[in-house]
């Protein structure tokens, strides 16, 4: 049905309850399920990850390693901290002179 405007032109009535889209759901329990191959990955993620957590608490020279590693990266990190303090505090020609 059209309504008639003040300057003849014709335009069309707009419907008393428009159609809505569904709300939109912040908690995710209107998602879609997902899909039996997503679940069965995340299943054997999830064994995975328990394995391999197994096997570090109950392998003594794995933890060794392990700890090894990774003190070896943060000792890396911590030579770059240091570097790109020492570069911004001094300047380069000062430390060559007094090698």
Same mark, same amino acid.
């Given at each position: 049905?059209?309504?008639?405007?003040?300057?003849?032109?014709?335009?069309?009535?707009?419907?008393?309850? /428009?159609? +809505?889209?569904?709300?939109?759901?912040?908690?995710? !329990?209107?998602?879609? $399920?997902?899909?039996?191959?997503?679940? =069965? @990955?995340?299943?054997?993620?999830?064994?995975?990850?328990?394995?391999? /957590?197994? +096997?570090?608490?109950?392998?003594?020279?794995?933890? !060794?390693?392990?700890? $090894?590693?990774?003190?070896?990266?943060? =000792? @890396?990190?911590?030579?770059?901290?240091?570097?790109?303090?020492?570069?911004?505090?001094?300047?380069?020609?000062?430390?060559?002179?007094?090698?």
């Amino acid at each position: 049905m059209a309504v008639a405007t003040a300057r003849g032109l014709r335009v069309p009535a707009v419907p008393e309850e /428009l159609p +809505r889209s569904p709300p939109s759901c912040c908690c995710g !329990a209107c998602a879609p $399920a997902p899909d039996a191959t997503y679940t =069965a @990955f995340r299943e054997v993620g999830k064994l995975i990850r328990t394995i391999q /957590l197994l +096997r570090h608490l109950s392998d003594s020279p794995l933890r !060794a390693r392990v700890t $090894a590693a990774t003190n070896k990266g943060e =000792a @890396f990190t911590s030579l770059l901290a240091n570097l790109v303090i020492f570069h911004n505090t001094l300047n380069i020609a000062d430390v060559v002179r007094e090698l």
